[in-house]
């Protein structure tokens, strides 16, 4: 039986190679390579599609998420805020910039951000909240910036996660003061490589991004930096593939909610899964439940040729990088109960209607073994 893996990405470039192929190569007949044409039309499309008035292209989601909190000069001495049951790229980016990562629980039901948790959690330091959208559900943004505007501090969106997502009728990336965005090539819009994508609607902010990423100068003067910068550009190949993909975005989001929904029917019964939260549309960048014998069923998945991922293990409160915050085991319940119960199933758009039963028919069988789900 062939295998179904978690993201299966052959299937999609079979589907596009008429037009992704034609794209690489007219950038290579350009040869030009970085901040030409390709980036600036990826970079209105982008600002069009989220609806804020910038988008800066940038070189992986990690950088989107530092070059950004730089950009509003977040700093040593500074907290930001973040939850502790997401990717551990936001923590890096909070470090390098000298920042402290200050972590919260999670909603039990959602996975989502705790909003009273991060309103709690504010001090003199705070400067800023960074919610993901984790598994292309919204973070509940209003009710964080309802916390946080009034005291001054920022609310920057981890799109990472949620291309495409609405809430309440605007989109990630407008939501708040800034979006970061990862388009690593699992994401539901990613490149063939490395690439990420900031948005914001304030002006000063975009200047200063467009010169963090390119060594801190400006586009007329480039030999002259004028704050410590990187480099971190998108390029012109990536930027191109990215026009190509998101074309269909809207679609491949569709059918991941279709999924995600015969998911739901097939096994809602017999495995916990986090709720999408109701004024949200969400895109499923994967599929989660919750198992009380997770190893057990992820090894009898694996050998009925299922793939499967964790997002994630290690809560970022115990990741070793944080050792010297001085957090402990137990701190932060809902995220750690679930980083060792949470299991991602296959989810990609091209996944076929007989490889979701099948999926849900192998994960019914190895549940119902006495004790396996969580109810
Ligand atoms: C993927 C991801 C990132 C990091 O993006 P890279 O492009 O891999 O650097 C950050 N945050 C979240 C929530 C992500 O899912």
Not at 87 to 93: D, G
Not at 319 to 329: E, K, T, V
Not at 345 to 372: K, Y
């Amino acid at each position: 039986m062939d295998t179904i893996k978690l993201v299966d990405l052959k299937r999609q470039y079979a589907a596009l190679r008429h037009d992704i192929l034609p794209a690489i190569e007219s950038v290579l007949e350009n040869m030009q390579l970085y901040l030409g044409p390709q980036t600036r039309a990826f970079e209105q499309e982008w600002a069009t599609y989220t609806g804020a008035r910038y988008a800066i292209g940038v070189d992986n989601g990690t950088d989107a998420l530092l070059l950004t909190m730089r950009a509003y000069d977040i700093g040593p001495g500074d907290e930001v805020i973040t939850p502790a049951n997401t990717f551990v790229a936001v923590v890096e980016a909070i470090m390098a910039t000298g920042a402290t990562p200050v972590f919260v629980d999670c909603d039990p039901a959602t996975y989502q951000i705790d909003v009273a948790a991060a309103a709690a959690a504010i001090t003199t330091r705070t400067r800023a909240i960074v919610p993901a959208h984790l598994y292309g559900f919204a973070a509940d943004i209003d009710a964080l910036c309802a916390v946080a505007h009034p005291r001054g501090i920022l609310v920057i969106e981890d799109a990472s996660q949620a291309q495409g997502l609405h809430y309440r009728e605007r989109n990630a990336g407008a939501l708040a003061d800034s979006a970061a965005f990862s388009l690593y090539y699992t994401k539901n819009l990613g490149a063939y490589g490395e690439a990420g994508i900031v948005t914001t609607s304030d002006a000063a902010i975009a200047d200063r991004l467009r010169m963090l990423r390119q060594h801190g100068a400006t586009a007329q003067d480039r030999y002259t930096t004028r704050i410590p910068g990187y480099n971190s550009r998108l390029d012109e190949i990536q930027a191109a593939i990215l026009r190509v993909k998101l074309c269909h975005l809207d679609v491949w989001n569709a059918r991941r909610r279709a999924i995600a929904m015969q998911y739901d029917e097939l096994l809602g019964d017999i495995v916990a899964a986090p709720m999408p939260p109701a004024e949200c549309d969400p895109v499923y960048y994967v599929y989660v439940v919750r198992l009380a014998e997770r190893a057990r069923i992820q090894q009898e998945l694996r050998e009925h040729g299922i793939e499967t991922g964790i997002h994630y293990p290690v809560p970022l409160h115990l990741q070793p990088i944080c050792a010297h915050l001085g957090y402990r085991s137990g701190r932060f319940p809902v995220a750690e109960a679930y980083a060792d119960t949470i299991l991602s199933l296959p989810m990609f758009a091209e996944l076929a209607d007989a490889e979701i039963e099948r999926v849900a028919t192998t994960v019914r069988a190895a549940v119902c073994q006495p004790s396996g789900a969580i109810r």
